[in-house]
């Protein structure tokens, strides 16, 4: 049997994996997160998966990486960026491309947003990303608006759990969420990027609802706060 893996949410998008010997943060956006309940220096993590280069995305990747030893996992032209900075084991992979590495199956997908560092400096494409975990398929879309082709995601891979922006603004909002949900049918949907900034506030409570009157199933996590998929 496979054993349990947990998600801690940190706040905003940043997420920490814990499965077995290995410690993966995605989009570790924690310093200047208001949401945050956790110091950036008390993260060791084995493995830093970017969806993208903005700073709420990239957030103490870098820092992290340098003091931990981390392999960051990201697209090709932010690795790119990520080796410029000193970053010693970064991994640049294309949109749809899939790779086996120690904690088990990454594959990129597209997502509709845009990627810069904070500096201004282009990096390419943003990305979703599907992880494949001791035989749980998680898919983190990081920032995206809804797109047609998240209904091959679901049928290409049985979903364990989906996590969401729903803070529109910058991304899809409640409505075109639940949508996602529709199109994507995971076991759990816990939503994200939401009510960090003014921007991006909505009742996280309205999007259950809605996926719960659709016959899906929604989670809400406070930061801090985790759920295991046993």
Do not use: C
């Not at 870098?62 to 392999?71: C, L, Q, V």
């Not at 990303?129 to 047609?148: C, E, P, Q, S």
């Not at 994507?184 to 991006?200: D, E, G």
């Amino acid at each position: 049997m496979p054993s349990d893996l947990t998600l801690t949410f940190i706040g905003h998008s940043a997420w920490r994996i814990v499965h077995g010997d290995h410690d993966i943060l995605i989009d570790p956006f924690v310093t200047g997160n208001p949401s945050a309940t956790i110091k950036a220096e008390d993260l060791h993590p084995t493995h830093i998966i970017l969806t993208h280069g903005h700073g709420d995305h990239l957030g103490d990747a870098i820092d992290i990486a340098k003091r931990s030893g981390a392999e960051v996992i990201s697209t090709f032209e932010l690795a790119n960026y990520l080796e410029e900075e000193g970053v010693e084991k970064s991994v640049g992979m294309g949109i749809g491309g899939a790779h086996e590495f120690a904690f088990g199956r990454l594959k990129f997908t597209i997502a509709h947003h845009s990627s810069s560092a904070p500096d201004g400096r282009y990096l390419g494409n943003p990305a979703g990303v599907i992880l494949t975990i001791g035989g749980r398929n998680i898919y983190h879309a990081g920032d995206t608006a809804l797109f047609l082709d998240m209904k091959l995601i679901g049928e290409r891979t049985p979903l364990d759990l989906a996590l969401l922006p729903i803070g529109d603004f910058f991304t899809m909002g409640i409505d075109d969420a639940v949508t996602a949900v529709e199109f994507l049918s995971p076991k759990v949907v816990i939503p994200m990027h939401y009510n960090t900034f003014p921007p991006i506030a909505v009742d996280p409570q309205e999007f259950r609802a809605k996926v719960e009157a659709n016959g899906g199933t929604a989670m809400i996590l406070e930061p801090g706060e985790s759920y295991s998929l046993a």
